[in-house]
């Protein structure tokens, strides 16, 4: 079955203590994503992929780190989190000749 | 640059009757449009697109948006509601296929679908 994973699903966390979500897609899609939603402001694109080793940011990139040494792997890292980073991620991909988005079930980040 | 607006936060119908959720779009170029919907603790679909073939475009579920391009619009109808397509809507502009995959959100609408 085609499919983004995303992991965890939720997560609780304190503020400054680094965490990883991980995002993985089955597709052979050469285009990766990371978006945060939240409420009122519909889903904001914090970083990209179009390839292994090539990312880019996107519209809210400050406090997110993100790698892509494989294909279908493409993990969001918060290296010190803050609580204005409590929102609920979403991870897509798709390929590059085409904009249609596949998306993951979202993970939910609370930083306390 | 690119830009889209969703007119109504939140919409209220009653079951049976008809869906009107509105998105106006800004570009500089002929854009992508799409409508993807969120069902309550689910991750984003896809509902429809428009890729600058046919102008009115139909949807999964009944769904169908007509572009027009001289009142820059994308509005989303369905002829009758059924309690199912209560969720949340996002309008998404994207350049053409070709352009990059840089999706631009509205900010949604709540459709709420009420007996």
């Known amino acids: 079955e085609a499919q983004v994973t995303q992991n965890p699903r939720y997560l609780i966390t304190v503020t400054g203590k680094k965490l990883t979500v991980t995002c993985s897609q089955n597709?052979?899609?050469?285009?990766m994503s990371w978006y945060r939603q939240d409420p009122g402001l519909g889903l904001r694109q914090i970083y990209y992929s179009m390839n292994v080793e090539v990312t880019d940011k996107g519209d809210v990139p400050e406090g997110y780190k993100v790698s892509r040494k494989e294909k279908r792997n493409f993990p969001l890292i918060l290296e010190s989190p803050s609580p204005n980073q409590t929102s609920l991620y979403f991870c897509a991909s798709s390929l590059w000749a085409g904009p249609e988005q596949y998306f993951g079930p979202g993970t939910r980040l609370t930083v306390t | 640059a690119q830009s889209v607006t969703q007119l109504d936060s939140h919409v209220s119908v009653s079951e049976g009757t008809p869906v009107l959720l509105r998105c106006n779009y800004s570009s500089s170029y002929s854009p992508s449009l799409f409508w993807y919907v969120q069902h309550p603790n689910k991750g984003l679909q896809l509902l429809l697109k428009y890729t600058s073939a046919a102008t009115l475009v139909k949807g999964i579920n009944g769904f169908e948006a007509e572009f027009k391009k001289s009142e820059t619009s994308f509005h989303l109808t369905k002829p009758s509601a059924h309690m199912s397509d209560a969720a949340e809507y996002f309008c998404?502009?994207?350049?053409?296929?070709?352009?990059?995959?840089?999706?631009?959100f509205g900010t949604g609408t709540q459709l709420k679908v009420e007996l």
């Open positions: 998404v502009v994207t350049p053409p296929t070709g352009g990059g995959n840089k999706l631009t």
């Open positions: 597709m052979n899609h050469e285009y």
